[in-house]
């Protein structure tokens, strides 16, 4: 049985690619760059096996961030500098840029531990906000991470807000009956970083065992 699990492993594999720069409007004078982050895996440790998401800098900024908390004597990859000066104009900044998150992915996706964070899977996997990911991560939206993930770009987070709901209100229980899918619509949230609660079972298969131990 050990010699089967082993050889499943060995034959896992996770590809990431971040690509297609785009230049995102922030009403009339600001203006931000995001990236699609291409995922494709036959991990257990993952409950889609393909998705596409947009992400901003400073979405990977955060990420590392929650990271850092549970690195403990892990050397966590650094990302590239932030730049005041950076232009989607200068190809070699950009080129730069994408290689240096992409590479920080890569080497974050090779970590037993990081993959145990239910906000690595939600910055994934999700087109949750920051605000959102990490109230997810906690348990504090009527939705679970596993929900997020699976169903996301389906519009369920925005039509609940358009209903009046906050993820707290009594009132919106009776809209989880109407089998209406996880989404959001909304970015951009202000950077607070909170704690991660325990990883979820029905996400992480792979991981629910036992608790990791860094090598």
């Not at 720069?21 to 494709?40: N, S």
């Not at 531990?113 to 910055?123: I, K, Q, T």
């Not at 009956?177 to 298969?205: A, H, I, M």
Request: charged share 25%; with cysteine.
């Amino acid at each position: 049985m050990e010699s089967m699990l082993n050889n499943l492993s060995k034959n896992e594999f996770v590809s990431v690619c971040v690509q297609d720069p785009r230049v995102v409007k922030d009403g009339l004078l600001h203006t931000h760059i995001d990236y699609e982050i291409c995922l494709h895996t036959n991990s257990m440790c993952f409950r889609r096996k393909t998705s596409c998401v947009r992400r901003r800098y400073s979405e990977f900024v955060w990420l590392r961030h929650c990271l850092e908390q549970n690195a403990l004597i892990l050397d966590l990859p650094k990302l590239p500098p932030w730049n005041p000066f950076f232009s989607l104009r200068n190809t070699k900044q950009l080129l730069q840029r994408m290689k240096g998150m992409q590479e920080f992915l890569e080497l974050v996706l090779r970590e037993p531990l990081f993959l145990s964070d239910s906000r690595l899977h939600l910055f994934l996997q999700s087109d949750l906000s920051i605000t959102r990911m990490e109230r997810c991560a906690l348990g504090k939206t009527m939705y679970t991470v596993a929900e997020a993930i699976q169903r996301s770009s389906s519009g369920f987070i925005s039509r609940l807000e358009d209903k009046g709901c906050d993820s707290d209100s009594e009132s919106c229980s009776s809209s989880l009956s109407c089998g209406l899918s996880v989404d959001t619509s909304s970015r951009g949230s202000r950077l607070t970083f909170l704690e991660s609660s325990d990883r979820e079972p029905e996400l992480f298969p792979c991981l629910s065992d036992a608790p990791l131990t860094a090598p």
